[in-house]
């Protein structure tokens, strides 16, 4: 109730991020309009803030304005595409867009070994621990390229649950490089993930945009 409340301002603490960081996130910048940012996401950061997390994207955009909000999310160890919304307006704009399925996303992984089937199409079902329930996943997958050992795969998803991609990595008998926690392949655990959130596509306004 603004009546009620109306004699209390909002307090946000501002986190004091570190200069280099800022650097990082500015130079990560592809695209900025009046209303949204896409970014190339490092890898080794996390998306938004946590147990253990002092640094997150979510507290490096909430430094520069309270109004910069995250519309989707990346694991700490996944490259690429991040769209920050930069108003509520288009924070719901983008999160309609997302839930019904209306951003097409491409990544590209290298993965240990190669999948029986080259190419196919992945309903899969995946324990979420967090809220102990079952959710239902869909990805399209193709193998690139396959050389000593090592495949080169496009996946693209139609739903975005928690660390969907690299789970049916593993499911294809095929975990991509790099992932401590579903590759039991040790031999590469000082590689980075090799995930990629290589392409976004959506529509806003009939304005088509392609990153």
Do not use: M
């Not at 288009?90 to 290298?110: C, E």
């Not at 809220?131 to 996943?137: M, P, R």
């Not at 000593?148 to 139609?158: A, H, R």
């Amino acid at each position: 109730s603004e009546e009620i409340y109306s004699d209390l301002k909002l307090q946000r603490k501002k986190k004091n991020i570190n200069k280099t960081y800022i650097k990082n996130f500015n130079d990560s910048i592809l695209f900025e309009n009046d209303n949204f940012i896409v970014i190339d996401k490092w890898c080794g950061i996390s998306t938004q803030g946590g147990t253990n997390i002092n640094i997150s994207i979510d507290a490096i955009i909430k430094n520069i304005s309270k109004n910069y909000n995250l519309v989707h999310r990346l694991d700490k160890d996944t490259s690429g595409l991040l769209i920050i919304a930069k108003n509520l307006k288009y924070t719901k704009i983008f999160g309609q867009l997302f839930k019904s399925q209306k951003i097409k996303k491409t990544y590209l992984a290298l993965c240990d070994g190669q999948p029986r089937v080259k190419e196919s199409l992945v309903d899969l079902l995946i324990k979420s621990k967090e809220k102990n329930k079952i959710n239902k996943t869909n990805t399209y997958y193709k193998v690139l390229a396959y050389n000593q050992n090592t495949s080169f795969i496009k996946f693209e998803p139609s739903t975005g649950k928690k660390h969907q991609l690299r789970i049916v990595a593993k499911n294809l008998g095929c975990p991509i490089v790099g992932d401590l926690k579903y590759n039991l392949n040790k031999t590469k655990k000082k590689e980075n993930l090799k995930l990629n959130a290589f392409k976004l596509e959506f529509i806003i306004n009939n304005n088509e945009f392609h990153f």
